[in-house]
């Protein structure tokens, strides 16, 4: 089944704690992309990568980072967690940068809790 | 920049009846997609349906329906013959084709609840 898997689908952590949610892609899509959801607000766009060892910064980038070593993997990395980043994070895969209107492919979501 | 406004935070709706949620956007690009997206309290995120900038003609999907003004920058879904499980979260979003970052732009959501 092709799927974008997210996990953990909830984490609760504590301040200063590095942690990483991890994204993987099983359909060898060249693009992917980390949102950010919050109430009010809509989902922000973090992060985004046009392929292997090229990313770039979205529209909330501050704090977060990430990495793309291979094709179907795009981690986002906390390096110290604060709860202005408890959040619902989305990432979201597509076969190419421009090809989005056929369709991106959400993960589930990962629900992180800073305290 | 673009930018995304869906004015109502929620809306009701009695079931089979008909109801229409409002998304206007600002850009000025010619060539574009707009998008609304559907979640429900599973958080997983539904493309509902798609409209693409240069098609004049409104795209369906069954049930589900838009009314694509473009010069107006509107862009509003119809869901007709209302069902209990269309009650969730509905996201309108623009999509610009072209560049390095052909990344979604969202509004702020509206909750839509379908009343039995």
């Known amino acids: 089944e092709a799927q974008v898997t997210q996990n953990p689908r909830y984490l609760i952590t504590v301040t200063g704690k590095k942690l990483t949610v991890t994204c993987s892609q099983n359909m060898n899509h060249e693009y992917m992309s980390w949102y950010r959801q919050d109430p009010g607000l809509g989902l922000r766009q973090i992060y985004y990568?046009?392929?292997?060892?090229?990313?770039d910064k979205g529209d909330v980038p501050e704090g977060y980072k990430v990495s793309r070593k291979e094709k179907r993997n795009f981690p986002l990395i906390l390096e110290s967690p604060s709860p202005n980043q408890t959040s619902l994070y989305f990432c979201a895969s597509s076969p190419q940068t421009g090809q989005g209107a056929r369709g991106y492919t959400f993960g589930s979501g990962t629900r992180l809790t800073v305290v | 920049a673009q930018t995304v406004t869906q004015s109502q935070p929620e809306m009701s709706v009695q079931e089979a009846e008909t109801v229409t949620l409002s998304c206007t956007y600002d850009t000025s690009e010619n060539n574009y997609y707009l998008f609304w997206y559907k979640q429900p309290p599973s958080r997983q995120m539904i493309l509902v349906i798609r409209q693409e900038a240069y098609k004049q003609q409104n795209a369906t999907e069954n049930r589900f329906s838009v009314n694509f003004q473009k010069a107006a920058k509107s862009f509003s879904l119809k869901i007709s013959d209302s069902q209990l499980g269309d009650t969730a979260m509905y996201f309108c979003a623009f999509m610009k084709p072209t560049g390095a970052n052909s990344k979604l732009t969202f509004g702020k959501g509206i909750t839509l609840s379908v009343r039995p």
């Open positions: 990568s046009m392929n292997v060892e090229v990313t």
